[in-house]
């Protein structure tokens, strides 16, 4: 049991800070959060820019330690997060990684990898969140196309993506998880309408997506036909398993800044605050050496993320929401105020115990994976 | 980076846990706390044999030469026990206390405004003039107020955080093993989602707990021991609780071992001083540089 890291890895944390410190000046000014095409181009921009410096494929293609110094590193410096690259990060690329065949590899992700692709995920629909495997949207084969037509919801960063994993049922017949199929939908094709829905953070951040007769090649499936629950899961576990890392760091960025704000205008006086900015300290110190344990974990079997990343999930997602009310109540009636840090994030942080898969099911999950309890009826 | 436990730390757990079912399973238990207030001087001889109080001092000076996460292994594996006795003192007093490694001598500290087993000890540290005998909440820990309290160790409270993380691993163990089997409208009760979620929690707890406190066994650095500190009572206390929930009628009684994790978790919190000591130098902490 040891916290160090090896000389490569140190080395490679050396050599990332040192270009860190001298890519980040010459990024441009921050688009504004309502510039879509902006916030398109900054993110995909910054990918570029990792690619050349070949440190692009570190969210799949490196080791879950490197990955960890990387999230760690690239967030201590203030470099942009993912942003409109989450989706083909994050959860696309390494499924197609794990799951794709040799052709799709090659097809979907160096565009990723260069910034030259964005992607969305196309999984919930208007009534099927918690409860996925209800969706309805239909594929019917054509030919080597398949024809879909249905609806998503909740689609984030939809009106700016170039492709979408979509999920689809190609079996009506089928019990629900068996009928399932994973896709991947070019966002141009024509049958597509995007609606953008607005967030009670004020920004479209999500949308509608309808799907009217969209044809979309047979050859775009990734895994087997009904057989794209299973796939989802390792695209899920991604999802839940080290999406987080880098917003640790940030968190514990916020907490100092939050303790320096409260010594400058007073608030750190009243000894009630101040220990609960104490408390949320040993709170995401805990979360950091959890995140560094489930990554040791995985480092040493080798494998996609398991279900402790619902663990942590659970855990952050009320904390990170315990951290932006204690920011309310540092700043007092600013907090008020749209203009002032942390107050778009504490609207923000609301979605976290919601998105990619809310408290309630993450509780269920943990209780029936990881305790074996039963399933309830 | 191996944040987790290595083949020889986990052969010391799985071994520390055959020691303690040995020599304190549920009979001994139960014998206990029939029988309060007197110290088991067969059993602490036979701790000190097993390497309990030597564990950490150095080969060449009769000790097993392990570290501190090893220490830290022994100690959760004896909160999962509820073992009774001042064993962090006496652990921390090996080899300056003669026959404290040994597990001859039953040493004592005195703490924050209380001393435990101060009537049975061979050893007392710190002053205990003018100490007053109370009627102790947990059955298996007799205790004394004093007047004038003393600074505990960070260590001490490093290692009683592991016990308290020993006792949150049992209580969410005891709570899943009941949800399976205990039956109510038909079907296990844990099958109803208010169950399976008290005990999700609990784990949550536990594993954030176990994070935190195996770190600051790695660094042994004030702010990864206050964290620990804080996790851990927090993990402890209320998985007791929601341990005594999923028991119903049954978690209230005296019969059942629950009370008494929950008893000692109380007692352990006070050990280290206020818990808001810990939160005011880890909010310190925060305007330093190194947060
Ligand atoms: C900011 C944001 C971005 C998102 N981005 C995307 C995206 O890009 N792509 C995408 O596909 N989806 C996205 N989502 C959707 C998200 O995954 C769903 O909102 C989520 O899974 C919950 O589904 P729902 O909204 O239909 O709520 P519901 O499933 O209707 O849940 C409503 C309430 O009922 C509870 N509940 C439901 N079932 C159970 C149960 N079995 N046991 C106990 N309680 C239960 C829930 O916990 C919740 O409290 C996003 C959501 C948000 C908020």
Same mark, same amino acid.
């Given at each position: 049991m040891d916290l160090a890291y090896t000389p490569e890895e140190e080395e490679f944390r050396a050599r990332l800070r040192e270009w860190l410190g001298r890519a980040l000046p010459s990024l441009p000014p921050k688009p504004s959060p309502d510039d879509w095409p902006g916030r398109r181009a900054y993110d995909l921009g910054w990918q570029r820019r990792l690619y050349d410096a070949g440190y692009?494929?570190?969210?799949?293609? =490196?080791?879950p330690t490197v990955r960890l110094i990387f999230l760690e590193e690239t967030e201590k410096a203030g470099a942009p997060y993912v942003g409109a690259n989450f989706v083909g990060l994050l959860h696309a690329g390494p499924t197609i990684a794990a799951e794709g065949t040799a052709g799709q590899r090659d097809r979907w992700l160096p565009p990723i990898l260069r910034g030259d692709e964005v992607w969305c995920q196309g999984f919930s629909e208007p009534d099927a969140g918690s409860d996925l495997a209800a969706l309805r949207t239909r594929a019917r084969r054509d030919g080597d196309d398949y024809v879909v037509s249905g609806s998503k919801i909740w689609t984030s960063h939809a009106e700016v993506a170039d492709w979408c994993e979509l999920l689809v049922r190609?079996?009506?017949?089928?019990p629900k998880h068996r009928g399932i199929s994973w896709l991947a939908m070019p966002?141009? =094709?024509?049958?597509i309408t995007v609606r953008p829905l607005r967030t009670l953070a004020g920004s479209a951040e999500f949308a509608e997506v309808f799907l009217d007769e969209v044809r979309v090649p047979v050859a775009n499936r990734v895994g087997d036909e009904n057989d794209g629950w299973r796939v989802t899961m390792v695209t899920l576990s991604f999802e839940r398993g080290t999406a987080f890392v880098g917003e640790v760091v940030a968190c514990r960025r916020v907490l100092r800044e939050l303790a320096g704000e409260a010594r400058k205008n007073g608030r750190w006086d009243d000894p009630a605050l101040r220990r609960r900015l104490g408390r949320l300290n040993a709170e995401f110190r805990a979360l950091w050496r959890l995140t560094q344990w489930n990554v040791s974990e995985a480092e040493m079997s080798g494998g996609v993320p398991g279900v402790g990343g619902s663990v942590f999930k659970l855990r952050y997602s009320h904390a990170r929401q315990e951290l932006y009310d204690a920011a309310a109540d540092v700043l007092g009636?600013?907090?008020?105020?749209?203009?002032?840090?942390?107050v778009l994030d504490r609207l923000s942080s609301l979605s976290y115990t919601i998105a990619a898969g809310t408290s309630q099911i993450q509780r269920n999950i943990v209780a029936e994976r990881i305790l074996g309890l039963p399933k309830g009826r | 980076m191996r944040f987790q436990l290595a083949e020889d730390q986990r052969a010391l757990r799985d071994g520390v846990r055959e020691v303690l079912a040995r020599c304190f399973g549920p009979e001994a238990l139960r014998a206990a706390v029939d029988d309060p207030g007197r110290l088991d001087r067969a059993l602490w001889r036979e701790l000190g044999a097993a390497g309990f109080f030597a564990l950490r001092l150095p080969e060449a000076r009769g000790g097993v030469g392990l570290g501190l996460p090893e220490a830290v292994l022994a100690f959760e594996e004896a909160g999962r026990a509820l073992l009774p006795g001042p064993l962090v003192a006496t652990h921390l007093a090996a080899g300056d206390v003669p026959g404290a490694a040994t597990g001859e001598a039953v040493v004592t500290a005195v703490g924050n405004g209380l001393v435990e087993w101060l009537t049975e000890a061979d050893v007392v540290q710190g002053d205990a003039a003018g100490a007053v005998p109370l009627r102790a909440v947990d059955p298996l820990t007799p205790l004394h107020r004093v007047p004038v309290g003393a600074p505990v160790s960070p260590l001490a409270v490093l290692l009683t955080a592991a016990e308290q993380l020993g006792s949150a691993t049992r209580t969410c163990e005891l709570a899943v093993q009941h949800a399976r089997v205990r039956e109510q409208f038909g079907q296990?009760?844990?099958?109803f989602q208010a169950v399976k979620h008290l005990c999700a929690e609990m784990l949550v707890r536990t594993e954030t707990a176990r994070a935190a406190v195996y770190a600051a066994a790695v660094t042994a650095e004030p702010a990864d021991i206050d964290t620990a500190r804080l996790l851990a009572d927090e993990a402890a206390v209320r998985g007791a609780r929601d341990c005594l929930q999923v028991h119903g009628g049954m978690g209230f009684?005296?019969?059942?071992?629950l009370h008494l994790h929950l008893k000692r978790a109380w007692l352990r919190t006070h050990r280290a001083g206020p818990a808001t000591e810990s939160e005011d130098r880890l909010a310190a902490e925060l305007l330093t540089e190194s947060a």
């Open positions: 692009a494929d570190v969210h799949w293609g =490196a080791s190609t079996d009506p017949e089928a966002m141009d =094709a024509p049958g009636p600013e907090s008020l105020d749209l203009d002032r840090p942390w | 296990p009760i844990g099958a009684t005296w019969e059942f071992e």
